[in-house]
């Protein structure tokens, strides 16, 4: 069961896919402990295919899921994790008419994996059934993830009594999502002071086992980068405002981002464009963003001279800071090959945990 969170714990929101997964299983174990992930599970996307007769084809579910129940006890060896279908559709069911959430709870079971199922206000009802069948048979609860648009609206009291019911769980079992999506940084003071009102506001709000603010200002596309770019980290700066209100808050809540991702899932379509190389680096306040020209043209190699590049920056950790840094030096130096970019999704995120995790450990520092 999902105990409740220290103040130095972490939420990140990440899809469930192998540079995630990686980023997750080369953290330390005292890392690990901290971090208890929201994966969400990606709707199928289009794949090229060989054929005369058309050019690619959609996925199917169980091509999504794959092994999906070994996958997750190698990213989460303690099991701290929540589980959500959010972005899927009620047509995308696996080809048996298994819900999606169902299965993955399944071979999370038979893999030893205590996966804790997210829900919202504006779910069907039978995804609401899937949950519901999962805290009645797992006894571990369940995650309520409330959204902007029912964040600020004027009975967020009754929405959640409301699915609080409809999944036969109680707040003491509950763990509670406020996630404002994407953000900007002009959206940063306002943000931290509506929050600040709902979370005052909010009837019963310590009673829930958990609480989780997250926001996510990676942008949703960085095709128009073209130069080294600095990004400004706006779901941080919000948490800095939190932070410093704390005396004045009912309850304060723990840390929640999108890592190196925007918070919109990407086109089904995008797997069809020619991509290229990126490297996603995690500094105090800002990403900074380096990307290079179409792979199929220029090759995985430019991923080394963008390394090169980073380690000479002034916002490089240094080879010790995490395993995703290491992998960045060795790259630069040639003792790591250039990799893919699901390798570099790893590398990005593993370096991001680490970056967030220190922060926390600084700014709660007594």
Known sequence: MIQSFDRTDYVPILKVMMGEREALAQLEAGQRRRVTPLFEIRPPKSKPVKSRRKSFRMETMEEVLGRIGPQLAKAIPEGRAFIDGLHLTPAQMMTSGEAPLAYVLARARESGVALVPATGPERTPEYQAVVRDAVAED?????????????????????????????????????LVLDLGEIKPDDVNMLSKGIAGVLNALHGVKAFRTLTVAAGAFPPSISHIQQPTKIPRADWLLWQGLAQKESAL????????????????PSPNAALHSGSPNIRYTADDHWLVLRGFALKLHGFEQYAALAQFLVAHECYAGRTFSRGDDYIFGCAGGAETPGSPAVWRRVGTNHHIAKVLKQLTSLHAP
């Open 250 to 265: 009912v309850r304060m809540p723990t840390y929640g981002d999108y890592a190196i991702q925007g918070a919109q899932p």
């Open 139 to 175: 006894k571990r609860g369940a995650c309520i993830r409330v959204r902007k648009k029912e964040l600020f609206g004027d009975n967020l009291d009754e929405v959640l009594s409301s699915v609080l019911r409809s999944i036969g769980t109680t707040p003491e079992s509950t763990d």
